[in-house]
């Protein structure tokens, strides 16, 4: 009970007093340092302490199971680890030797894809308990390590050092986040190994569901868990699926659709023959690359500006240098001419708007008279093309115009603020405690967003199945509790790095590309702009042909990309950090597809549907499992391919449904044997509905299709934090009805 109140404390306490604490120690603003890294050692101390003090509680594994060597692991670990490095030396002297980039990235990628496929080869298996808990034998430390790659997915390789890069210390009112990423990904670790992964790993289970099933019993609690586990993890992995499309993309220079279909076949090739097992090894081979991948470019862009390798350690240097990088810019001329052409362009979609059916017509006339004049002139064929594009794209219908001009509005009046929208820093929430009404309010509101999406990250961390399924493979209960307080330090390893990286970049681009004459800007820039326009955009606006920072659009999905680029690092390491977003993106992709299959086949079909009076084939029953994670892979890349959000919005949104269907039932099930089904049931229900309903009716195009004026928003929280709402409406509906109907504590469901 101390450590989960220090944990409270330092979660809530110190960030909502987060702008008081603006001393200055050892060359760091100590809120900043404090949110960035300070939590995070504290949340590692306390995980570690917890595990220590109960070490010899659950310490026995079960009887008759046959552990792994240790001693064998170790080695094999080690021979992975230097066959690694001498990979990586290799394509650093074939890169020297005059390699082209083409070849060194398509080998990056069937190097890679070719390690996990061998994995999940050679693990492949039909045994029940193989498939699905990897057979409860994977020791602490590589269980630690495999969690980690499932959890630091794409949103953690891929766009956390981008977003805050865009968003500083904690963003806008409309776009909350920053370091509240760093803290709710990793504080919510407390709770998984205080509170729940070693009471769900003494139970013996397969799957989250499963808890839902035997604690309450009947079909309902199982099913809506089942339900909810496939909804949470399709809106995570569809996340995971567009960066690998992206990565593939950028390293072979196919379609991004072909991208994700080549991506989709090395998720497929673990998940689908070797289950947990072969899933389980393949991550410990993924956390390796990624770790390196996201080390070594920030370590060279700390060892460039400030002559040290550590960067953690060092990368404070460079905030004072930022925050006056941003005045000088704030006050540049030419910046503020670059602004008002936004803000123009702004007013100019401002006035489409007022009369969108007369202005489409009007638009769609000139376009065509633009079409017709060129041809009639016998103008040159690529005019003629791009007159025809130009018409091509206009918005079919009155609907389409409204969100494509709106959308258009929006971004020009965010492009015409200064710094082209982006926070400050360093700034500790958005307005001002002692301004104007206004200002106060923003600040009220930022500093509630901030606070809310912590919290909806940490329970979503507490409750997310693919995670807590991880501490079902460890042989014992002791061990569980060890391999949390191992997964968070693997975690930590890139967590405390992300926010140096962002820091890092965002003084390189500032200090170095803003000012460069167009002509002169890298090639990679073009590059990057050719896979996705979205991630990167440079427009001379003002015409001077010099680089403004209003005219650059870094997207946040790319700036750990584009690093090795931007820090002139050799082509091989811009290689070994697409194989390391792969291998973020495939190992949560692996582990989020097997919980979808798993639920809907173990779960659904098997504990719910089929006749229990008739035997169960254990092969049928893995063999059911992979069809269903196969549908389901092919659904979520179709939904990837559409492009439907960043990573960070749509895994963000995952974390927020799992927090508000799972957390109250869960915990109330785990700690109060008077929670009834009844309760349980009405509890996912509510807590659902509510973030579903709470996350609909704020989206834009929805609220446009229904005529809706104004904000949908209470108090300002923005959609992604839904379950800010949804999880006490569920812990509320669960304490009422266990309360008003108690019923006896069901039997357990007979074994698994």
């Given amino acids: 009970m101390a450590l989960l109140l220090l944990w409270a404390l330092l979660s809530f306490g110190v960030v909502f007093f987060a702008r008081d604490l603006t001393w200055v120690v050892a060359g760091w603003p100590l809120n900043y340092w404090f949110c960035a890294q300070g939590v995070v050692l504290c949340y590692l101390l306390i995980v570690v302490v917890y595990a220590w003090r109960r070490r010899h509680d659950g310490a026995d594994a079960e009887p008759g199971q046959v552990l792994p060597s240790r001693h064998r692991l170790h080695r094999n670990f080690g021979l992975y680890v230097v066959s690694l490095l001498a990979f990586l030396g290799l394509m650093g002297w074939a890169e020297s030797q005059g390699m082209s980039r083409y070849w060194i990235g398509g080998i990056f990628l069937f190097a890679t894809f070719a390690l996990y496929a061998s994995i999940g080869i050679y693990c492949r298996t039909s045994d029940p308990a193989e498939y699905y808990v990897a057979g409860r034998r994977i020791p602490p430390i590589y269980n630690g390590m495999a969690t980690a790659a499932d959890w630091m997915s794409a949103a953690s390789f891929v766009s956390l050092a981008g977003g805050l890069y865009l968003n500083g210390f904690s963003g806008s009112n409309g776009q909350p986040g920053g370091l509240a990423y760093i803290m709710g990904w990793t504080g919510g670790f407390c709770l998984v190994g205080l509170l729940i992964a070693p009471r769900l790993r003494r139970m013996q289970l397969y799957t989250v569901p499963d808890f839902f099933g035997v604690r309450y019993g009947g079909r309902w609690p199982r099913w809506i868990a089942a339900g909810a586990a496939v909804l949470c993890s399709f809106t995570y992995v569809v996340a995971q699926i567009y960066a690998v499309g992206l990565i593939t993309s950028r390293l072979t220079g196919v379609q991004f659709e072909i991208g994700i279909l080549l991506g989709l076949g090395g998720v497929l090739v673990c998940s689908f023959l070797g289950g947990m097992r072969a899933v389980t090894w393949t991550q410990v081979a993924q956390y390796v690359i990624l770790i390196l991948a996201f080390l070594i470019p920030v370590s060279w862009l700390a060892y460039k500006q400030l002559g040290n390798p550590l960067a953690p350690l060092v ?24 602004q008002a052409i936004y803000a123009q362009r702004a007013a100019h979609y401002g006035n489409m708007l007022e009369d969108v059916p007369r202005t489409l017509v009007l638009e769609r006339a000139a376009a065509q008279a633009r079409l017709r004049q060129l041809q009639a002139e016998r103008a040159d064929p690529s005019l003629v093309r791009k007159a025809g594009r130009d018409l091509a794209a206009l918005p079919k219908d009155e609907a389409a115009a409204r969100e494509l001009w709106g959308r258009a509005r929006q971004d020009n009046l965010e492009r015409a603020q200064p710094l082209a929208g982006m926070s400050l820093h360093t700034q500790v929430f958005s307005g001002n405690p002692d301004g104007t009404p206004a200002e106060r309010e923003s600040y009220d509101t930022s500093r509630l967003n901030f606070l809310a999406l912590i919290f909806c990250l940490m329970a979503g961390t507490a409750a997310l199945p693919h995670l807590l399924t991880r501490y079902y493979t460890t042989p014992s209960v002791a061990e569980a509790r060890s391999s949390v307080a191992w997964s968070l330090f693997f975690i930590a390893l890139l967590y405390l790095a992300a926010p140096a990286l962002a820091v890092l970049v965002q003084f390189e681009v500032m200090s170095e590309l803003v000012g460069q004459s167009f002509d002169k800007l890298p090639t990679w820039i073009a590059q990057w702009a050719q896979v996705d326009p979205s991630l990167l955009q440079v427009t001379d606006v003002n015409g001077d042909h010099i680089l403004q920072f209003a005219e650059l659009r ?6 750990m990309l584009a690093t090795p680029e931007l820090g002139g690092l050799p082509y091989v390491v ?29 779960d659904v079909y098997f504990r719910g549907v089929r006749d229990k009076s008739s035997p169960s084939d254990p092969m049928v029953r893995v063999l059911l499992s992979k069809f269903a ?43 109060w044997q008077r929670t009834t089904r009844r309760a349980a049931v009405a509890g996912m229900l509510t807590g659902l509905g509510v973030t ?9 195009v929805l609220r446009a299709w229904m005529g809706w004026g104004g904000s949908g928003l209470w108090w300002g929280i923005q959609p992604i934090s839904a379950g800010v709402f949804g999880l006490p409406a569920g812990a509320l509906v669960v304490w009422l009805v266990s309360l008003l109907q108690p019923e006896p504590v069901p039997a357990p469901e007979p074994g698994l």
Avoid at 323 to 337: D, I, T
Avoid at 554 to 559: E, I, P, Q, R
Avoid at 692 to 700: C, G, K
């Fill in 692 to 700: 579903l309903w709470y996350m609909l009716v704020n989206v834009p």
């Fill in 554 to 559: 870094l997207g946040a999905d790319l700036v």
């Fill in 629 to 671: 994670l196969l549908m389901l892979a092919l659904a979520a890349a179709y939904v990837a391919a559409q492009k439907p959000a960043n990573i960070l919005a749509l895994v963000s949104a995952s974390f927020s449904l799992a927090a508000a269907a799972f957390f109250p039932a869960m915990v109330a099930g785990l700690f």
């Fill in 574 to 602: 811009s290689g070994l950090v697409a194989a390391g977003g792969l291998a973020a993106a495939l190992s949560t992709a692996d582990g989020l597809l097997l919980t979808m299959g798993n639920a809907l086949a173990h």
């Fill in 315 to 338: 990368y404070g240097q460079q905030l004072p240098k930022i925050a006056a990088l941003e005045k000088q810019l704030g006050e540049s001329p030419s910046e503020r001419e670059v």
